[in-house]
């Protein structure tokens, strides 16, 4: 090629670039929201920022910045105004799942994987169908089941004898004898061992490399594309993606197949619930033999990061803020001064203590598990918001962290934790609270898990605090014991290098 060829070439380049940069910024129908220049020219911006794992932060400094609707990529509004939370997320919306969701949706049509899965009416009808199994009384019927792993951890740490220990680390181990012994009645004995098997470190390398591949859908296809490829050929596909090699994933596969290999008799005979389950799927026609696998996989896999960051949330919550830690144990001491005193917490008694759940949702506002603009594709009658126009095709999303702390609602102090707010409410406030509360995400994909991770919350955080006090250790002394804090926002928020003592209480 001549050099001047390559030079008109450059120019050519050069020109169609200021021409779609002026398009993007002047004339393009987002053109006048408000927002970071390169966000409105590329969507790069927004993966370099999802790359810092630090969106939640700058979600809420862009709004501090720009107001309550800002232009995050070319076609992608983050918006604060909760005016627009029933429209977009509500029970019926017509705002589904965007396209970020592509990295965890279904490849096969029959397939049961509700995060992901954005063809509306197979969603609707199996989010129907596994409804019965995840009420509150449906796991309710399961609640003895975790109060061995919970005796089991307040053993571990009395033998621990107030030396610190990672917050994080062992809510995940935690969490992960939590949801197997109420799946399958037994565990990997994660307490026991005192180690997670890498199971933090691995979810994490998975939500590392999808986190932002969302965000430009068009190099995730090309790269499932040519990982296809790879593996046909017998190489090793390219920086994968699984979570299929979490330990505790090839844990579950190796229980429901054991059990699928049962004797019917047996497989349903189980009083846990994978046993609900298969009894559940056996009785029902319309239930496909594969989602009873998969439905039961969704507990570990969408409920074990999740629960382990809630509980770290809760307990560092309550131990942190000043007056918090004795007016629990006050109400805990009250309510367990005529019961037998190494009995773990019932449901029903941890539920009916008023400071004690005020304490848990507070924690669940404050830092609510999801950290990004919870993103939804506008409609085909496209989508007025506060005098601009998206069309359809466009993304709009709202962040749990922004919505949690709007002061109009929470109140002038909404970033402190004050579980108090809950109790002084009127019962109209309480209810507008409540309404505006993504701790467990949106009404229209709701978390199926909830009554199950509020059993799982409500028995251990209470029991925990019935038997230890808990001193939450200096940053700086942190440091050298191998910690200093971090907090990561993949989808889910991360918190990292927090360590706690839990001394006896007498
Ligand atoms: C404290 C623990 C938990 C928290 C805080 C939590 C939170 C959430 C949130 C915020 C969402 C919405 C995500 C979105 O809109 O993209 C969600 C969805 C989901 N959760 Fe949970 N979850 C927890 C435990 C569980 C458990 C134990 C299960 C197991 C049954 C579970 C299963 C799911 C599923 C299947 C979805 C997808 C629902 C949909 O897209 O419609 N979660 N969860």
Redesign the pocket.
């Known amino acids: 090629m001549g050099y001047l060829s390559i030079i008109s070439l450059c120019s050519t380049g050069a020109v169609a670039l200021v021409a779609y940069i002026i398009y993007q910024r002047f004339f393009h129908r987002l053109a006048a929201v408000p927002g970071p220049f390169l966000a409105s020219i590329t969507r790069l911006w927004l993966v370099y920022q999802s790359r810092t794992l630090q969106r939640h932060r700058v979600e809420i400094a862009l709004h501090k910045k720009y107001g309550k609707i800002v232009r995050i990529s070319p076609n992608e509004l983050c918006i604060s105004d909760l005016s627009y939370v029933k429209t977009i997320y509500g029970a019926n919306s017509r705002f589904l799942?965007a396209d970020w969701?592509e990295t965890v949706e279904p490849n096969d049509p029959d397939a049961m994987n509700?995060?992901g899965?954005r063809n509306i009416e197979k969603?609707k009808h199996q989010?129907r169908l596994i409804g019965p199994l995840?009420t509150t009384q449906a796991v309710k019927n399961r609640e003895n089941l975790i109060d061995e792993p919970i005796s089991s951890f307040i053993e571990k740490m009395k033998g621990q004898k107030g030396q610190p220990i990672e917050m994080v680390k062992w809510m995940n181990i935690l969490a992960i004898d939590l949801?197997t012994e109420i799946t399958f009645s037994e565990s990997l004995n994660y307490i026991q061992m005192g180690d997670d098997e890498k199971n933090g470190e691995d979810v994490d390398d998975f939500w590392q490399q999808i986190h932002w591949a969302g965000l430009v859908p068009a190099f995730w296809r090309w790269y499932v594309w040519v990982n296809g490829w790879i593996g046909k050929m017998g190489a090793n596909p390219m920086f994968v993606a699984n979570i299929g090699k979490l330990a505790i994933i090839k844990y579950y596969v190796t229980q429901i197949t054991a059990r699928a290999n049962e004797h019917p008799e047996n497989t349903l005979g189980h009083l846990d619930l994978a046993g609900d389950i298969n009894r559940f799927a056996a009785t029902r026609p319309e239930f496909k033999p594969q989602w009873a696998a998969t439905i039961t996989l969704?507990?570990i896999g969408?409920?074990f990061d999740?629960?382990g960051m809630?509980l770290s949330s809760c307990i560092f919550w309550v131990s942190k803020t000043p007056g918090c830690q004795a007016k629990l144990h006050a109400e805990l001491d009250t309510a367990w001064q005529d019961s037998d005193e190494d009995g773990i917490p019932k449901y029903d008694q941890a539920v009916s203590l008023p400071y004690f759940q005020a304490c848990i949702t507070e924690a669940?506002r404050l830092t609510?598990?999801?950290g990004i603009s919870?993103p939804r594709t506008v409609p085909s009658e496209g989508f007025d918001i506060g005098g601009y126009h998206a069309s359809p095709g466009d993304v709009v999303g709202m962040n749990?962290w922004i919505i949690h702390r709007d002061k109009e609602l929470f109140g002038e102090d909404a970033e402190d934790f004050r579980p108090e707010r809950y109790l002084e409410a009127s019962e109209s406030h309480k209810h507008a609270m409540d309404a505006m509360s993504?701790?467990?995400?949106?009404p229209s994909?709701?978390?199926?898990?909830?009554y199950?991770?509020w059993l799982a919350?409500s028995k251990t955080v209470a029991a925990i605090f019935q038997h230890f006090e808990i001193e939450i250790v200096e940053d700086k002394d942190a440091k050298e014991l191998g910690g200093g804090f971090r907090e990561d926002c993949f989808f889910v928020v991360k918190w990292y290098g927090i360590w706690m003592k839990l001394i006896p209480r007498t």
């Open positions: 799942k969701y509700l995060l899965e969603y989010r995840f949801l969704h507990i969408a409920g999740t629960l809630t669940m609510p598990v999801i919870l749990p993504f701790s467990f995400g949106g994909r709701s978390c199926p898990g909830r199950l991770a919350l």
